[in-house]
């Protein structure tokens, strides 16, 4: 299977239709049904129903911890659990993630503390969040940046050192391990997201997930507005609720777990086989030996060098809507570019050299071969094109 003449230099676009990073999963289209019918036949579509409790199961089962919370988004359970945080203060994380991370800080009340992170990982370098920590810090919110686990370990010592809360945001860490066990029971709490482009989704949806029998309980009040009774409100809330109709999707996704992850672990070894060897490219293993679920393809231009844009560029004319996660870095996004915070070198040069190509269902192998055939294509015509910085 050989490419043609790439759409950069005047050919046919080598897909007719575009092939997006995040393509919904439906792998259980008929489980979804079935269970559709049963939320409308019992009337009950909302407000902590039987679908979110049989999602909250299957989860806490497969993740292995005592509670899993199903909220909205993933948003909003990383602004109920910081909410969790009595006094206000500094949030150490990452700003190479989603812009999610750092409003859920901000929104809880606290401010967010960038800190700069590890190139080869692109997690928390634990140096920079000990240089980091001060008076007013009060947590660490790190990220399983495509669902690589952080330095677990050692972040627990040091926030217990320190006497910070601890929380991951594993929104695309759902089926991930850290030393053979799955991520969910780490730190105070993690937060999954299943939205719509995750590799298991509930349309739009989240997990909270932690072993503290009254950290769950708070937020499971701080989700439904506080309400421990019908007309009891013991505690401030919000609507944090997942509906039975995100459940059922979420239920039935969850069902296919190991086959999403195994077509994720297929894609990955069609493209590493097909770009380990292209100089200039590192495109990340992110099946991780095992302990990752491979949603994302990262690729990132380490040599020769390569433009990233140009990639992008490129592959758009193809169809291939390949995406600059996370780019420019959410120190550079507003509310936070006007304010001083800090140099974090590694987020922009490793910002400015990632590039994100499509896998999921959408994508079977042989598209992999496809996509991967042009961006070897690419690489081999970058200098001529003058796509070499
Ligand atoms: N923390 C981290 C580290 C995160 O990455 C995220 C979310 C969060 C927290 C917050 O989680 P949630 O509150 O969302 O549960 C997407 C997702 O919207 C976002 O959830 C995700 N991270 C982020 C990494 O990616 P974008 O910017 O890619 O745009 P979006 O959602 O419009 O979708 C991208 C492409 O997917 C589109 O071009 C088309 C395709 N698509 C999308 C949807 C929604 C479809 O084909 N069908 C669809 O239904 O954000």
Same mark, same amino acid.
């Given at each position: 299977m050989s490419v043609g003449r790439l759409a950069v230099l005047g050919g046919p676009p080598e897909f007719a239709t575009p092939l997006h990073v995040g393509k919904p999963n439906l792998p259980n289209v008929e489980g979804f049904q079935r269970r559709l019918q049963q939320v409308l036949s019992s009337q009950w579509l909302t407000n902590d129903?039987?679908?979110?409790?049989?999602?909250?199961?299957?989860?806490?089962?497969?993740?292995?911890? *005592?509670?899993?919370?199903?909220?909205?988004?993933?948003?909003?359970?990383?602004?109920?659990?910081?909410?969790?945080?009595?006094?206000?203060?500094?949030?150490?994380?990452?700003?190479?993630?989603?812009?999610?991370?750092?409003?859920?800080?901000?929104?809880?009340?606290?401010?967010?503390?960038?800190?700069?992170i590890d190139p080869a990982t692109h997690n928390l370098c634990l140096k920079a969040v000990e240089a980091s920590i001060g008076p007013r810090t009060k947590a660490i919110l790190a990220v399983h940046a495509w669902g690589?686990?952080?330095?677990? =370990?050692?972040?627990?010592?040091?926030a217990s050192e320190r006497g910070l809360a601890l929380f991951f945001d594993s929104a695309h860490a759902l089926g991930c391990s850290y030393g053979g066990k799955m991520l969910g029971r780490f730190g105070d709490a993690e937060v999954f997201s299943l939205h719509a482009t995750k590799f298991v989704h509930s349309f739009e949806g989240g997990l909270i997930t932690t072993n503290d029998d009254t950290l769950a309980s708070n937020l499971r009040l701080a989700r439904n507005f506080g309400f421990a009774g019908l007309d009891n409100v013991?505690?401030?809330?919000?609507?944090?609720?997942?509906?039975?109709?995100?459940?059922?999707?979420?239920?039935?996704?969850?069902?296919?777990?190991?086959?999403?992850? *195994?077509? =994720?672990?297929?894609?990955?070894?069609?493209?590493?086989?097909?770009?380990?060897?292209?100089?200039g490219l590192l495109v990340h293993d992110t099946r991780f030996g095992g302990a990752g679920n491979a949603q994302y393809v990262v690729?990132?231009?380490?040599?020769?060098?390569?433009? *990233?844009?140009?990639?992008?560029?490129?592959?758009?004319?193809? =169809?291939?809507?390949? *995406?600059?996660?996370?780019?420019?870095?959410?120190?550079?996004?507003?509310?936070?570019?006007?304010?001083?915070v800090g140099v974090l070198a590694e987020t922009d040069r490793v910002s400015g050299?990632?590039?994100?190509?499509?896998?999921?269902?959408?994508?079977?192998?042989?598209?992999?071969?496809?996509?991967?055939?042009?961006?070897?294509?690419?690489?081999?015509?970058?200098?001529?094109?003058?796509?070499?910085?």
């Open positions: 129903g039987p679908m979110v409790r049989e999602l909250e199961t299957a989860a806490g089962e497969l993740l292995g911890v *005592r509670h899993c919370v199903a909220v909205a988004n993933a948003t909003l359970g990383l602004e109920l659990l910081l909410r969790t945080v009595p006094e206000k203060g500094e949030v150490l994380v990452p700003s190479f993630t989603f812009v999610a991370t750092a409003h859920a800080i901000s929104l809880s009340g606290h401010q967010p503390v960038f800190c700069d690589r686990p952080c330095l677990v =370990n050692e972040l627990e010592r040091l013991v505690a401030l809330g919000t609507n944090a609720k997942l509906s039975e109709v995100h459940a059922a999707m979420g239920c039935s996704n969850l069902e296919a777990f190991e086959t999403l992850r *195994r077509h =994720n672990y297929l894609n990955m070894a069609t493209y590493l086989g097909e770009l380990a060897d292209i100089d690729v990132e231009t380490v040599g020769r060098g390569l433009d *990233r844009d140009f990639f992008i560029d490129a592959l758009h004319r193809e =169809n291939v809507l390949a *995406r600059r996660y996370f780019f420019p870095g959410v120190h550079r996004a507003q509310p936070y570019a006007d304010t001083d050299r990632v590039f994100v190509l499509p896998s999921g269902l959408a994508v079977s192998p042989a598209y992999a071969t496809r996509v991967a055939r042009l961006v070897a294509e690419m690489a081999r015509l970058a200098p001529s094109a003058g796509a070499c910085r």
